[in-house]
């Protein structure tokens, strides 16, 4: 979200006021006053629109986290999975598949599961299991990432 840029307008709107005041001392501090008190409070609301954002976001992806991170001053969305670990009985896996994948994928596979902490048969087998549990669940379209606005 450009909330620098919002608030760029606004102090234009406010400068184009007082304009068309003339060169009324008066009315020149009473702007500038209003100008000096408009930034912090613009910030503010901004964020506080990032918030409900995030909320109503969540709402309807109710399998991730929507959460209001700030990256040099600016409000961003950013979505991601819900912290419910998914457990796995290790004691029972008998079932055995093969599948052939592309190597820059099976490397991917290995470092995700490295990063985890963990196998890269309990990684997948995780992974695997999430994506069929949250797919149980009827949500077909799921998104993760930042959302830019």
Do not use: H
Not at 2 to 15: L, P, T
Not at 19 to 33: F, K, L, T
Not at 60 to 79: A, F, Y
């Amino acid at each position: 979200m450009d909330v620098d840029s919002v608030i760029g307008q606004v102090n234009a709107m406010i400068y184009g006021q007082l304009r068309m005041a003339g060169d009324d001392p008066a009315v020149e501090a009473a702007g500038e006053a209003m100008l000096a008190s408009v930034e912090p409070a613009l910030r503010q609301a901004a964020l506080r629109l990032a918030e409900q954002a995030a909320a109503e976001v969540g709402s309807q992806i109710p399998d991730r986290v929507v959460e209001v991170v700030l990256s040099e001053g600016q409000p961003s969305l950013v979505v991601r999975e819900t912290d419910s670990t998914i457990t796995i009985n290790t004691e029972d896996l008998a079932a055995r598949m093969t599948v052939r994948l592309p190597e820059e994928l099976k490397d991917e596979l290995e470092t995700a599961a490295q990063d985890m902490g963990d196998s890269v048969n309990t990684f997948v087998v995780r992974t695997l299991a999430g994506k069929a549990r949250s797919g149980r669940r009827g949500s077909r379209s799921t998104f993760e990432g930042t959302i830019e606005t």
